[in-house]
Antibody, heavy 118, light 108 residues
């Protein structure tokens, strides 16, 4: 079945960087865009950006411009999110989600908790 | 940026009752690009409705999406115990692909 499997929880100090992975299975990796969405504790969903696994092209929410990167490895069907200059406000669960091409985001990965604390 | 405002913030109902959740956009959205998600504690969001009114695979027919332009509605006709959760609307018409702040559907 179509599945996105994310890497495990991370604990980082302020100012550090984190790189998360999201491995796709059950479908042709290069045929569907992938989004990253985060959720701070007790808060709502915040869209961060999108990557085209075929071309590697990306687009980010303005809020994250300059400190976010999204990459992919087609040989392993994996997309990556790297966030730099971490601050306490970046503590959140980070989700990847497949874009069903004008039909919503589905499925979602299980989420990765990133904790930023000194 | 399109801002989505959901109401009410919390809805307290009993199993078997009907739930009506609202999502209002700050500017018109093509109906093709409005989705609803359900999220339970400790879980990832699950796609319920896309294109404003199309149910995703495996979603029971008690979930109905409707609306157009700037006003959209998710209706749950007869609440089951497993329906109590947080619901988000989302527009994917224009980047950034924004979400509403969520409606918590709780057991009365």
């Amino acid at each position: 079945q179509v599945q996105l499997l994310q890497s495990g929880a991370e604990v980082k100090k302020p100012g550090a960087s984190v790189k998360l992975s999201c491995k796709a299975s059950g479908y042709t990796f290069t045929n569907y865009y992938v989004h990253w969405v985060r959720q701070a504790p007790g808060q709502g969903l915040e869209w961060m950006g999108i990557i085209n696994p075929n071309s590697g092209g990306t687009s980010f929410a303005q809020k994250f411009q300059g400190r976010v990167a999204m990459t992919r490895d087609t040989s392993t069907s994996t997309v990556y999110l790297e966030l730099s200059g971490l601050r306490s406000e970046d503590t959140a669960i980070y989700f990847c989600a497949r874009d069903r091409t004008h039909a919503g985001f589905d499925p979602w990965g299980q989420g990765t908790l990133v904790t930023v604390a000194s | 940026e399109i801002v989505l405002t959901q109401s009410p913030g919390t809805l307290s109902l009993s199993p078997g009752e009907r739930a009506t959740l609202s999502c209002r956009a700050s500017q018109s959205i093509s109906s093709s690009y409005l989705a609803w998600y359900q999220q339970k504690p400790g879980q990832a969001p699950r796609l319920l409705i896309y294109g404003a009114s199309s149910r995703a695979t495996g979603i029971p027919d008690r979930f109905t999406g409707s609306g157009s332009g700037t006003d959209f509605t998710l209706t749950v006709s007869r609440l089951e115990p497993e329906d109590f959760a947080v619901y988000y609307c989302q527009q994917y018409n224009n980047s950034p692909y924004t979400f509403g702040q969520g409606t918590k559907l709780e057991i009365k």
